[in-house]
């Protein structure tokens, strides 16, 4: 009947749609897969921009290895900021054009935004301890001043020439040089707190290899 046969119509419309969006979408992913695999795809069409590369990065390349949202991307972005890096250090003529030129500017910039895995995922926890040690020392600390015009003054309750003269004081040499020392002493616990508990993420460690190599 015709009924019947327009229902029939429909339904193979329906069906063949369906199978052209299937068909589209397997399309994306294939390209999408090479994409990200082949580096030297996207570093073609990198490379031959003139302008808006950060954009490019950031709008476009982002969301082709899925916002980062894995290990996986990760990698594969990196290898692609590799492969990138390492033509644009084979074009340099002094290696003093490295920090200077703008493509590193626009990776740095990647790196800087994309959400790579955290250096530190809490950057007080490890002075934590440091920091209590630091305060209870401090509250034993008599004088502190790394002025030594000021320093005279409140000793003394009068100004001072210079501070040359006011170092000629025992009393102001003394506590200047203990107060530096007292600085310098807590600044290197609180860098060795940090630095014993610094990681960097294996996506940090492999291009730093790797510009190593290359440069």
């Not at 740095?108 to 790579?116: M, N, P, Q, Y």
Request: net charge negative; charged share 25%.
């Amino acid at each position: 009947t015709v009924v019947s046969a327009e229902d029939f119509a429909a339904k193979s419309e329906v069906s063949n749609k369906k199978q052209r969006e299937k068909s589209s979408v397997e399309s994306l992913e294939q390209l999408l897969y090479y994409l990200q695999t082949k580096p030297n795809y996207l570093a073609n069409l990198i490379e031959n921009l003139r302008e808006n590369r950060t954009e490019v990065m950031t709008e476009v390349v982002s969301p082709i290895f899925g916002f980062l949202s894995d290990n996986r991307e990760q990698f594969l972005l990196v290898r692609l900021l590799c492969e990138l890096m390492g033509r644009n250090i084979a074009q340099l003529r002094l290696i003093e054009d490295f920090q200077s030129n703008y493509f590193m500017q626009a990776t740095a910039e990647t790196v800087k935004l994309s959400t790579f895995d955290n250096i530190l995922s809490d950057p007080c926890q490890s002075i934590i301890e440091e920091l209590t040690n630091f305060i209870d020392e401090e509250s034993r600390v008599k004088t502190f001043h790394l002025d030594p015009m000021e320093l005279y003054k409140s000793l003394y309750g009068r100004p001072v020439e210079s501070a040359e003269k006011a170092l000629q004081d025992t009393a102001v040499s003394d506590i200047l040089s203990s107060s530096i020392s007292f600085l310098a002493k807590w600044s290197e616990r609180f860098m060795n707190a940090i630095f014993e508990s610094f990681k960097l993420p294996k996506s940090c460690v492999y291009m730093t290899s790797y510009l190593e190599t290359a440069l």
